[in-house]
């Protein structure tokens, strides 16, 4: 993981520093600028709690400064895992070999990880999009009786929530199921964020009966104040390209299958397969030319078709949300193609949209490719020995 993601990770456990975090793009002297002297001990102490490599690397570069040399000194070793010591430990004995004269720290509290059970039980973190839409989250808060309640839910914009479960936890346990999720690329999220997912899911249930424990707990989750959603944190970051380029880099990123396919429902794309399948078995003879020409026609109308009014709607919210997840790994040009994509199918019709296109040609790449004819036979070898 890089600096800027663990940043942006630790902008998510630290809302207080949040805003003095993100702005700073993560450029460590910029960040070292924007925060107050004990804010710069509880992001670097952070760092190297749950991101060691990159709590590491932000200690070597504020090493360089004084004011990088009084948050050193502020951070504790006691609490930190056994590679975050080894880190602080190793940028300090370089600083003592140069004979560098470390200041003393400004008056905050030394920290030498997040207060264990308030900041760990704010956190929340959700899934990138897997290829049918759906996502999963988590987010922590305390339970009354002690220990944490831990909030697990599976859910889709286009049909809504899943599966939503509670479950006690120990601290320790809060601790160990967080760094797994890091582990496995689940990204950091505000609780509220989490909540403001759900909320949007549950929007799109339609028929489909509610999850049991959602139907326990979603009026406490309707009582505050709606977040903003991850996508919309994207959008407001990058701004919005509706370039031809990044349109484009769009439709590359649904054929390369880096995002999507996102299927629709059988009832959608059933119909689709068969007027493409009966143009393509068609006894009449045509030209290569002529057959590709009604090949695109069937590839616009299909896409009109399976985009057409809340459909568009979803996809443009998914290329959102994926525009977070990309710009959250650092893939900036990734993310703004996504934005563009949202923007796309929010602003033209969908048989006019490369990406709509490139969805369906996704989909119907097994029919496709059906119809290719496969290598000539080769020609019979002509026997070794011929009769006179």
């Known amino acids: 993981m890089t600096l800027p993601q663990a940043l942006e990770a630790a902008a998510g456990a630290l809302p207080g520093e949040a805003d003095a975090i993100r702005p700073a793009n993560g450029d460590p002297q910029r960040l070292l600028g924007a925060l107050a002297p004990e804010g710069r001990v509880r992001v670097l102490a952070w760092l190297l709690a749950h991101r060691a490599e990159a709590g590491g690397e932000l200690a070597e570069a504020w090493s360089e400064d004084p004011a990088g040399q009084a948050a050193l000194l502020g951070v504790g070793e006691d609490g930190l895992p056994r590679e975050g010591r080894k880190r602080l430990r190793r ?52 339970h009354p009786s002690g220990g944490a309640r831990l909030f697990e839910a599976v859910f889709d914009a286009a049909r809504g929530l899943g599966a939503f479960e509670v479950y006690s936890a120990s601290r320790s346990e809060v601790r160990r199921f967080a760094r797994r999720l890091a582990e496995k690329g689940a990204l950091a999220i505000e609780p509220a964020t989490a909540r403001a997912l759900l909320r949007h899911a549950a929007k799109r249930q339609g028929e489909r009966p509610e999850p049991k424990r959602w139907i326990e707990w979603r009026a406490r989750l309707g009582e505050e104040a709606e977040a903003e959603l991850p996508g919309a944190l994207a959008e407001r970051t990058l701004g919005v390209s509706q370039g031809r380029e990044d349109v484009e880099r769009a439709a590359r990123l649904v054929a390369d299958g880096v995002v999507g396919p996102w299927p629709p429902a059988r009832e959608v794309i059933a119909p689709i397969v068969e007027r493409l399948r009966t143009a393509l078995e068609s006894p009449l003879v045509v030209s290569g030319a002529a057959k590709r020409e009604q090949v695109a026609g069937q590839i616009e109308e299909a896409a009109a078709e399976a985009f057409a009014g809340e459909a568009g709607e979803i996809a443009a919210h998914r290329f959102r949300e994926t525009a977070f997840v990309l710009w959250r790994q650092g893939d900036e040009a990734g993310a703004r193609a996504c934005l563009a994509a949202a923007a796309a199918f929010a602003a033209r019709p969908p048989g006019e949209n490369p990406v709509a296109r490139a969805f369906v040609e996704r989909w119907l790449a097994p029919l496709f490719a059906a119809e290719e004819p496969g290598p000539a036979p080769a020609p019979p070898e002509p026997p070794l020995l011929v009769r006179p």
């Not at 300090?92 to 008056?107: D, I, N």
């Not at 929340?124 to 839409?133: R, S």
């Open 91 to 142: 940028v300090l004995h370089r600083l003592r070999s140069r004979g560098v004269a470390t200041p003393v720290p400004a008056p905050a509290p030394t920290v030498a990880r997040l207060p264990e059970l308030e900041d760990e039980l704010a956190g929340a973190w959700v899934t990138p999009l897997d290829p049918m839409g759906a996502r999963q989250l988590w987010w922590l808060d305390a």
